[in-house]
């Protein structure tokens, strides 16, 4: 039997010198393995304070008497004397806010409760310059309120607008100087932004008082105060 003869080609002496006929190093060896996502995230604050130039007023005209009709014409009567007021003094955003007819009772011991008569009630809002406020209060008093639900102090609209957007900047601000420290205490770099959430809040007007059937012997004095504009920025930081 003839003898079989290994031969090696020169093509495949070149091959292996190439390393063609290598085993291939393993996928994890070929691949850096991937860092996990690094994220930081902090919250910032920021508050601005603005004044309050302008007054919120709720009054109106409360009246008692024995008859529905003659309540009515006198609530009527009182209220129409008090807007006139308020419509020559300029006031903004004057509308009726609650207008109210309701008998009134009396309890007896042994039956059921009886009808006495009935009180009626008009009420309406408007807004102007703290400034004004006091004298207007008296005015109306003078000229037929017989009661003020409450009086808020507020600032106007672009002015809370402006104090808004500052708040967010200082949030914002504040939110990447605490990143910073963080990051440098621990060695890292800040890198890019990956996620922004931005929370504002309006307050809510400072309310001064109510006051209802009573009539001031002297000069009202109503003075504003100051309102604070309260923003939050939380943002998610790759490093």
């Known amino acids: 039997m003839p003898t079989k003869l290994n031969v090696w080609s020169p093509i495949a002496a070149a091959a292996l010198a190439l390393g063609l006929f290598s085993i291939p190093p393993s996928l994890n060896a070929v691949s850096?393995?991937?860092?996990?996502?690094r994220n930081l995230t902090v919250t910032g604050q920021g508050t601005v304070g603005i004044p309050t130039t302008l007054t919120e007023v709720r009054l109106g005209v409360e009246v008692q008497g024995k008859t529905a009709q003659e309540v009515q014409q006198e609530v009527a009567r009182r209220s129409q004397a008090v807007v006139e007021l308020l419509r020559s003094r300029n006031v903004e955003k004057l509308q009726t806010t609650g207008i109210q007819l309701n008998p009134v009772y009396r309890s007896n011991d042994n039956a059921a409760p009886t009808i006495i008569g009935y009180a009626a009630s008009n009420i309406v809002?408007?807004?102007?310059?703290?400034?004004?406020?006091?004298?207007?209060?008296?005015?109306?008093?003078?000229?037929?309120?017989?009661?003020?639900?409450?009086?808020?102090?507020?600032?106007?609209?672009?002015?809370?607008?402006t104090a808004r957007q500052q708040a967010i900047?200082?949030?914002?601000?504040?939110?990447?100087?605490?990143?910073?420290?963080?990051?440098?205490?621990?060695?890292?770099?800040?890198?890019?932004?990956?996620?922004?959430?931005?929370?504002s809040a309006m307050p809510y007007p400072q309310t001064m008082y109510a006051m209802r059937d009573s009539a001031p012997n002297f000069s009202t004095p109503v003075m504003g105060g100051e309102q604070e504009i309260s923003a939050t920025v939380t943002l998610d930081i790759s490093y």
Not at 32 to 37: D, K, S
Not at 139 to 155: K, S
Not at 174 to 192: G, I, K, M, P, Y
Request: aromatic share 4%; hydrophobic share 45%; glycine share 4%.
């Open 32 to 37: 850096a393995q991937e860092q996990p996502a």
């Open 125 to 161: 809002s408007f807004r102007l310059s703290t400034d004004r406020a006091g004298t207007l209060l008296d005015e109306a008093v003078n000229a037929g309120a017989t009661r003020i639900d409450g009086v808020n102090f507020i600032a106007p609209d672009e002015a809370m607008e």
């Open 169 to 199: 900047r200082a949030a914002t601000q504040d939110a990447l100087t605490q990143a910073d420290t963080v990051l440098s205490a621990l060695n890292f770099t800040r890198r890019e932004i990956v996620k922004i959430q931005v929370n």
